[in-house]
């Protein structure tokens, strides 16, 4: 899976994927123009969204209604209040969510391809290359 990069400008950071662009931007704290999420708001989000997206195929897979449920993704700092100490996930299920699924759904959304490759790290290998 090869990504692109780009500068457009400023603090902005382009990345290029299949056909989509994913515009990412710094705070204006920070010298951005906040126009977008900076790419650690991304690195959440993908943790996030990878969850959602297992708790929605659970639900689709046994004709269970979505309406109402939703996913709270919080950080927690760690030591002395410096870096990201915790991710805490809670699926929150609406009126009617059949509590027989109600262990299985946070099995699900534990399932997130993203989490199993925070908690089992790839290498990684930054080098610079001439074009």
Same mark, same amino acid.
């Given at each position: @899976?090869? %990504?692109?990069?780009?500068? $457009?400008?400023?603090? *902005?950071?382009?990345?290029? =994927? ?8 710094? $705070? ?6 906040? #126009?977008?999420?900076?790419? =650690?708001?991304?690195? &959440?989000? #993908? ?5 959602? /997206? =297992? ?5 689709? %897979?046994?004709?269970? #209604? ?26 929150? &299920?609406?009126?009617? /969510?059949?509590?027989? =699924?109600? *262990?299985? !759904? !946070? +099995? ?10 925070? @908690?089992?790290?790839?290498? @990684?290998?930054?080098?610079?290359? +001439?074009?």
């Amino acid at each position: @899976m090869d %990504m692109h990069i780009a500068f $457009p400008g400023g603090k *902005k950071v382009e990345v290029h =994927y299949k056909d989509f662009v994913i515009p990412t931007d710094q $705070p204006l704290e920070h010298g951005g123009q906040g #126009s977008a999420p900076e790419p =650690y708001a991304l690195f &959440l989000a #993908s943790l996030a969204a990878c969850a959602g /997206f =297992y708790v929605l195929a659970f639900c689709q %897979m046994r004709n269970i #209604s979505t309406e109402g449920l939703e996913l709270i993704q919080r950080t927690l700092p760690g030591p002395e209040g410096k870096g990201l100490g915790k991710i805490e996930i809670d699926v929150r &299920l609406p009126a009617g /969510f059949p509590e027989k =699924y109600e *262990k299985a !759904v !946070v +099995r699900a959304a534990d399932q997130c391809a993203v989490k199993k490759t925070i @908690m089992n790290p790839p290498q @990684m290998e930054v080098r610079a290359i +001439r074009a």
